[in-house]
């Protein structure tokens, strides 16, 4: 009895193309990559009734074979279905659906695939049969691939052969890449010596006979490098104070020829020969060995006042006399500096103590006595009727010596001992050196302004302030046919010669020299430049402006350090004193010919005795 519900039924299929696409080499591809079961899912089942039941055959598809011919196995097929899983004769007779999903292959308990017969039935076929007749015939495989053999590169006997690993050879079973440049050496090793000991000639890699003869005609090991590198020697541990001597004499070696010898003599192009004894001596008995100190000076009437300890004499170069001029007071400790003025009627004293003194020479009486400085006046100079004087605490005083409330100006730019103090000859400028390493140069025009209200002008700022000095600085000279110019020197520490422009601040030449610098003076009458220094020379040295090149030299002038000079109103000759106790007249430079026409006899010393030693006191 039928059912009153109506059966399910198949619903019917779409008409499909009948074009089918035909094989090509990418579907091919394609089908080769696929995993196709053999075995329809359940859920497919149903669907591949109907189509079963019209059971026609398409032989416009490849794939379908017609049922009413039986197919035989061919050698594409069993590839297929032996790489895929897939029997395409069983998936395609009698049903043009789409099969299920693939079934995956029984594998055996070690996980390889299991052998099946069909398997190797359908491998032992190996002929595709397209139509009629034979198509194409598979190659199998038996071996692995072999790379042909390397052909060895063919090159001359005095080509090397390039070998990568030549310095940096590889670890066993391993890639080496070789990423550095043949002129760069390898950064990452520290030791550049360990670098170069890998660096060798090596006979294999390089033309055996031709390495081997340069080796033999050379008288040299293969193996070994020409030029060997170590490491820096050892510092020498030689005497310390045979090294100091060293460095000091280091400066007499740089310019060969270019010194005087002892006798006077000289071998350079720009040298003279001066005299290497001096004209006159005279003794200095008690006469301070200070460096800071400044104990002779000539005057423009030709007169050498000297300080020794507390007393000042003054000696007369045309008369060769000489005269006490006098002791400073009772509680002074010793006289530290002596200048004359500009007319050389009068001298000043500074003391131990702070006090200046003034003195008249032909009378030898004390005029004025001056106080106020808390330290000693190591250096003084003048202006006209102003009198600066430079203290122990880094001040610099002006006086005027007309009035009675002489302290019209107070320099303040030193925090050391003021030890060197110089005017231009016009006036406009000061320069001052002290025991900071320092040079100011002060504009000396302000000293016309003075008291306002009855108190002291001062002045803080400095025109120029030169710090290039690493020692004291005594030595100042100004030059008398270039009135910009100034000439500094420093002591021990520094033993350097600078000369500056004042009008620009900039310096213009600087000289090294062998020890320290006592003192600077410029020719009136020459391009040159005279100086005296200390240990461990002694010297008094000329030196050409502006090369400053050395022309003259005069070796151990004195026992000791010469401390002190001055030039004599002339221009010829150069007095000098150190702490052996002795002055000495040496003639550096001639006085021009038109001056000795005029009978100029400032600055000689016709008159006195010239040989001998002479007693001040």
């Known amino acids: 009895m039928p059912s009153s519900e109506n059966p399910q039924k198949t619903p019917s299929r779409r008409s499909r193309n009948e074009a089918k696409t035909p094989l090509t080499p990418s579907l091919t591809h394609a089908l080769n990559n696929l995993s196709i079961s053999a075995i329809p899912s359940p859920g497919r089942a149903r669907r591949s009734k109907s189509a079963s039941k019209s059971n026609l055959a398409d032989i416009t598809n490849p794939f379908i074979a017609d049922p009413s011919r039986p197919s035989k196995p061919n050698g594409f097929s069993k590839s297929l279905s032996s790489g895929t899983g897939y029997s395409l004769s069983k998936s395609l007779s009698g049903n043009r659906s789409r099969p299920g999903s693939p079934t995956k292959r029984t594998l055996s308990g070690n996980g390889t695939p299991v052998m099946t017969e069909e398997m190797q039935r359908e491998a032992s076929g190996g002929l595709i049969k397209k139509g009629k007749g034979l198509a194409s015939q598979f190659d199998v495989v038996k071996n692995d691939y072999v790379p042909p053999a390397k052909t060895e590169m063919k090159r001359s006997k005095s080509q090397p052969a390039v070998k990568r690993d030549r310095m940096y050879p590889r670890e066993p079973d391993t890639v080496a890449i070789d990423q550095s440049d043949r002129f760069i050496t390898n950064r990452a090793e520290q030791d550049l010596a360990a670098t170069l000991e890998l660096m060798h000639l090596n006979p294999k890699s390089s033309s055996p006979g031709h390495t081997s003869r340069l080796a033999e005609a050379a008288n040299l090991p293969v193996n070994k490098r020409v030029l060997a590198f170590h490491e820096a020697p050892p510092a020498s541990s030689s005497d310390p104070l045979l ?51 400044n104990l002779i000076d000539w005057s ?38 002596v200048a004359f003025s500009e007319d050389g009627a009068f001298l000043a004293i500074g003391t131990g103590t702070g006090s200046v003194e003034l003195w008249d020479v032909e009378t030898s009486q004390r005029k004025r006595k001056m106080d106020g400085h808390q330290a000693q006046i190591a250096s003084m100079a003048w202006n006209g009727h102003v009198l600066s004087s430079g203290c122990g605490d880094g001040s610099i005083w002006h006086h005027d010596v007309r009035i009675r409330n002489h302290k019209v100006m107070e320099l303040l730019g030193h925090v050391g001992e003021v030890c060197g103090l110089k005017w231009r000859s016009d006036g406009q400028m000061l320069a001052s050196g002290g025991n900071d390493n320092v040079v100011n140069v002060w504009d000396g025009r302000v000293a016309d302004s003075v008291m306002t209200g009855g108190e002291v002008e001062s002045c803080s700022n400095a025109k120029w302030t030169k710090r290039n000095h690493t020692a004291a600085v005594k030595a100042l000279a100004w030059c008398p046919w270039q009135p910009s ?75 000791s350090r010469v401390l002190f000079s001055c030039v004599s109103p002339a221009g010829d000759v150069v007095l000098t004193g150190a702490g052996d106790e002795n002055l000495k007249f040496w003639r550096i430079w001639e006085v021009p010919k038109a001056e000795k026409k005029k009978g100029v006899s400032q600055g000689s010393m016709d008159g006195g005795v010239r040989d001998g030693i002479l007693a001040i006191r």
């Open 243 to 293: 090294a100091k001597q060293r460095e000091i004499v280091k400066p007499l070696y740089a310019r060969p020829g270019a010194l005087t010898t002892s006798s006077g003599g000289t071998t350079g192009g720009k040298a003279r020969k001066i005299a290497s004894q001096p004209e006159r001596v005279l003794d200095a008995p008690g006469i301070v060995d200070d460096f800071y100190l």
């Open 300 to 337: 423009a009437q030709n007169v050498v006042a000297v300080a020794l300890d507390k007393s000042t004499y003054a000696w007369r170069a045309d008369t060769g006399s000489v005269s006490h001029v006098g002791d400073v007071s009772e509680e002074a400790s010793h006289v530290a500096s």
């Open 485 to 559: 110019l100034l000439a500094s020197g420093g002591g021990t520490n520094d033993a350097t010669i600078h000369v500056w422009n004042t009008t620009t601040g900039a310096r213009l030449h600087s000289l090294k020299t062998p020890a320290q610098i006592t003192s600077l003076h410029f020719a009136p009458h020459k391009k040159e430049i005279l100086s005296t220094h200390g240990y461990p020379t002694n010297a008094v040295m000329v030196h050409a402006y502006p090369s400053l090149e050395r022309v003259a030299e005069i070796r151990d002038a004195h026992e």
